[in-house]
């Protein structure tokens, strides 16, 4: 990716308020170039840190190390936003910073229940690992491998399968439960992924992800010169912070399962924002992904979740095979594929906890943000 001229934006946004100042003989005026070279470093912040995302090869591409990025970037952009509308609460109470400040919060709100639908769909995952445990466990370091243990590891397969086919057939039909990150509820163990899947959801079952997005997307156009005048260039600030909330919530939505997951949602913004380029070419790779034979119908884009397919259906193909008592061979292309599944498990038992910590600190930050944005307006 060509490197940015992060001095565009400068030109192209922002000149409108420093050119009339440049006519100005106003004390404040020393201030209002301080603030704007701040606001400038806010859109270079954010372009690098979607630049160095974009930058991953496809093996890296909504792999959980990424979504670890993905957050990441989410909490240092929320963090320098945070500092910019303390820096500017005098122009809170006016016309039209308020309405911006305002829109950008209750869009945070719908945020949140993404963030629960998210962490769901994390439990739903964990399940999945939970098979692949039992498979690995029943198959690896045997002396020999007889027919009580296939068996063990055939039906977690089939519970498996079952668990995520019912996900990409029916991800919509599922029963409420009233649980947020406020809470710390243990989940009990159920026999099957079914009784699982029917009770673990904390949004509501005609809850839709796709819906969610449109409501958080909705009305997100840029500013209007007068509006960037008239706020000091926060009304820029605010835009690009609603803009990569939008972006962050649409990425866990096509990677991780969720409730009527919907990729169709269409991003439009301007190439003068110089993070538009980085973003926009994430969105084309993500739904390029989503379009490859073998993801077209994924309960989610996660490369982990790929990897659980593939390792099942490689072990469900050679179980299918096996006649005792096993040969040699046949016991070691066993152990071959007993290993490769273990790579999965042990990534997806070290990977989760994190990753869901992580969504967790999102929510928590989104609202203590608005909380602290809605104190300031008073």
Same mark, same amino acid.
């Given at each position: 990716?060509?490197?940015?001229?992060?001095?565009?934006?400068?030109?192209?946004?922002?000149?409108?308020?420093?050119?009339?100042?440049?006519?100005?003989?106003?004390?404040?005026?020393?201030?209002?170039?301080?603030?704007?070279?701040?606001?400038?470093?806010?859109?270079?912040?954010?372009?690098?840190?979607?630049?160095?995302?974009?930058?991953?090869?496809?093996?890296?591409?909504?792999?959980?190390?990424?979504? %670890?990025?993905? +957050?990441?970037? $989410?909490? *240092?952009?929320?963090?320098?936003?945070?500092?910019?509308? #303390?820096?500017? !609460?005098? /122009?809170?109470?006016?016309?039209?910073?308020?309405?911006?400040?305002?829109?950008?919060?209750?869009?945070?709100?719908?945020?949140?229940?993404?963030?629960?639908?998210?962490?769901?769909?994390?439990?739903?995952?964990?399940?999945?690992?939970?098979?692949?445990?039992?498979?690995?466990?029943?198959?690896?370091?045997?002396?020999?491998?007889?027919?009580?243990?296939?068996?063990?590891?055939?039906?977690?397969?089939?519970?498996?399968?079952?668990?995520?086919?019912?996900?990409?057939?029916?991800?919509?039909?599922?029963?409420?439960?009233?649980?947020?990150?406020?809470?710390?509820?243990?989940?009990?163990? %159920?026999?099957? +992924?079914?009784? $699982?899947? *029917?009770?673990?959801?904390?949004?509501?079952?005609?809850? #839709?992800?796709? !819906?969610? /997005?449109?409501?958080?997307?909705?009305?997100?156009?840029?500013?209007?010169?007068?509006?960037?005048?008239?706020?000091?260039?926060?009304?820029?600030?605010?835009?690009?912070?609603?803009?990569?909330?939008?972006?962050?919530?649409?990425?866990?939505?096509?990677?991780?399962?969720?409730?009527?997951?919907?990729?169709?949602?269409?991003?439009?913004?301007?190439?003068?924002?110089?993070?538009?380029?980085?973003?926009?070419?994430?969105?084309?790779?993500?739904?390029?992904?989503?379009?490859?034979?073998?993801?077209?119908?994924?309960?989610?884009?996660?490369?982990?979740?790929?990897?659980?397919?593939?390792?099942?259906?490689?072990?469900?193909?050679?179980?299918?095979?096996?006649?005792?008592?096993?040969?040699?061979?046949?016991?070691?292309?066993?152990?071959?594929?007993?290993?490769?599944?273990?790579?999965?498990?042990?990534?997806?038992?070290?990977?989760?906890?994190?990753?869901?910590?992580?969504?967790?600190?999102?929510?928590?930050?989104?609202?203590?943000?608005?909380?602290?944005?809605?104190?300031?307006?008073?």
């Amino acid at each position: 990716m060509p490197a940015t001229d992060f001095s565009t934006f400068g030109r192209s946004i922002l000149s409108l308020r420093r050119d009339q100042q440049v006519h100005s003989m106003e004390s404040g005026g020393h201030e209002g170039t301080s603030q704007e070279l701040e606001l400038e470093a806010f859109q270079k912040q954010v372009a690098e840190l979607f630049n160095d995302l974009a930058s991953a090869d496809s093996d890296q591409l909504l792999s959980i190390p990424w979504i %670890h990025k993905l +957050l990441d970037v $989410f909490l *240092s952009c929320q963090e320098q936003f945070k500092s910019i509308v #303390s820096k500017n !609460k005098g /122009l809170l109470n006016k016309s039209p910073a308020d309405r911006y400040v305002m829109e950008y919060y209750e869009r945070s709100v719908k945020a949140l229940d993404v963030c629960n639908a998210i962490r769901d769909g994390i439990d739903l995952i964990r399940q999945w690992q939970k098979q692949l445990e039992i498979v690995y466990y029943a198959l690896d370091n045997q002396r020999s491998i007889g027919e009580g243990q296939i068996r063990r590891s055939m039906k977690a397969l089939i519970d498996l399968a079952i668990g995520m086919i019912d996900e990409k057939e029916s991800n919509s039909s599922v029963a409420h439960r009233n649980r947020s990150f406020g809470r710390n509820n243990a989940q009990k163990d %159920h026999n099957s +992924l079914g009784q $699982f899947r *029917s009770l673990s959801w904390s949004v509501s079952r005609n809850w #839709s992800a796709a !819906k969610q /997005l449109q409501a958080i997307g909705q009305n997100l156009v840029a500013p209007k010169n007068n509006e960037i005048t008239a706020t000091n260039g926060l009304a820029v600030a605010v835009f690009t912070m609603s803009y990569v909330l939008y972006f962050v919530m649409w990425t866990l939505v096509a990677a991780i399962p969720c409730q009527d997951r919907g990729l169709q949602t269409h991003f439009h913004v301007t190439r003068q924002f110089i993070w538009a380029a980085p973003v926009l070419a994430l969105h084309e790779r993500i739904l390029e992904e989503s379009r490859k034979r073998e993801r077209r119908n994924a309960c989610g884009l996660l490369r982990e979740i790929n990897k659980i397919e593939i390792c099942a259906r490689h072990m469900n193909e050679l179980t299918d095979t096996i006649h005792f008592p096993l040969s040699e061979e046949k016991e070691g292309e066993v152990k071959q594929r007993v290993q490769e599944l273990g790579i999965v498990y042990y990534g997806l038992k070290d990977g989760l906890g994190p990753l869901e910590r992580q969504v967790r600190e999102v929510f928590h930050r989104i609202v203590r943000s608005r909380t602290e944005g809605l104190d300031s307006i008073g």
